[in-house]
C-alpha cells in the first residue's frame, strides 16, 4: 500500500514539474498570470497527498467558545488579514498580487478542507505559494492554530461589528500611527503646511 502511494505521489510530482515547466516556457514568471485549471488541479492533490492521513483526520483538540474564538479574530486581524483580508475572502493588495491568488476562504474549496487540513497548512505552510509556516513548535502555538481553524470555520457568519472592530486591530504603517496620534497630519499637503481652518457658515473676507 505505501508502495503505491508513493509511486502516486511521485506521478504526480512530475505531472506538476511538467506543466510548471509548460507553464514557464508558454508564460514566462510573471505573477500577475492566473494560475491554469491544470495547475490548481495539481496544486490541490498535491497539497492533500503531501498531509499525512492521520493529520486530514485529526479532530480539533480545541473546543470552540466565545473566548475562543474572540482571540482567534484578533489573532487573524493581526497576523493573517493582510492577506486574507479580515473577511477572509483575500481581496487585499498582496492577496490579489500571490501567486496563486490568496483564496477566499469563506468558499468551499476551503471550508470543504477537514480541520486537520487546515491545521497542517497554517501551521507548516505551503510550499511555492505566499502561505508561510506559522509553526512555533510549541503546545501554546498549536492551540492557538487550532484556534484559528475554529475561525476560519466562522469567516462566512462574520458581523459588521466584528469587521469594524478587526479593522481597528489591523496592523497599521507608519504613516498612519502617524496620522493616528496625530490626526491633522492627514490633512496636510506635501508642503507639510496645515490647511486654514475654515468654518461652516463663515464669511470669506
Known sequence: MKGKLLALIVLVAVVAAGIAAYSIVSRGL???????????????????????AAMRDRANPVQPSPAVLDGALEHFADHCATCHANNGSGDTPIGRNLYPRAPDMRAAATQSLTDGELFSIIEHGVRLTGMPAWSTGTPDGERESWALVHFIRYLPKLTD????????????????????????????????KRPEPHHHGEKKR
Not at 30 to 50: K, L
Not at 163 to 168: C, G, I, P, T, V
Not at 172 to 184: I, S, V
Open 161 to 192: 461589528d466584528e469587521l469594524a472592530r478587526m479593522e481597528a486591530l489591523n496592523p497599521k504603517t507608519p504613516r498612519e500611527l502617524k496620522a493616528h496620534e496625530d490626526p491633522g497630519k492627514a490633512q496636510q499637503g506635501e508642503s507639510g
Open 30 to 52: 510573471s505573477a500577475h498570470a492566473e494560475p491554469s485549471r491544470i495547475e490548481t488541479v495539481v496544486a490541490r492533490a498535491m497539497r492533500h497527498w503531501a498531509t499525512p
